[in-house]
């Protein structure tokens, strides 16, 4: 899973969400919001790469359906972020790409799941 589409794509992520969470606490001084996005945002790159060690089959599964739950979570906030108006159009791509990381992770744990 080293260069997988999935690890590149999460660290991507997890550097544009970076950004954003920089930009956010010093042009919007918004902290709160900011910091749970930022949690969990890089916590999806950070389960999936915990992944690479599961010592089992059941436990790289629950690494990767946590990651899920860490995208669902991040999507949350990016819809609040949007809604309140502090998602400016410089990162207005980020639902998007944590939908597409969503779906990357659907397929890979309804793959492991069937085997």
């Avoid at 794509?9 to 749970?36: G, N």
Wanted: proline share 3%.
């Amino acid at each position: 899973m080293n260069d997988s589409q999935l690890v590149i794509q999460s660290i991507e992520f997890s550097i544009s969400i970076i950004k954003f969470y920089k930009w956010l606490r010093t042009e919007k001084h918004e902290y709160v919001l900011s910091k749970q996005l930022l949690k969990s945002a890089t916590s999806i790159g950070a389960n999936i790469h915990e992944a690479k060690y599961a010592i089992s089959k059941p436990d790289f599964i629950s690494k990767l359906q946590i990651a899920l739950k860490e995208a669902s979570e991040t999507e949350y906030w990016l819809l609040l972020l949007e809604k309140t108006e502090l998602l400016p159009k410089a990162y207005c791509n980020l639902p998007e790409k944590c939908g597409s990381l969503k779906k990357m992770l659907i397929t890979s744990l309804k793959t492991l799941k069937d085997t």
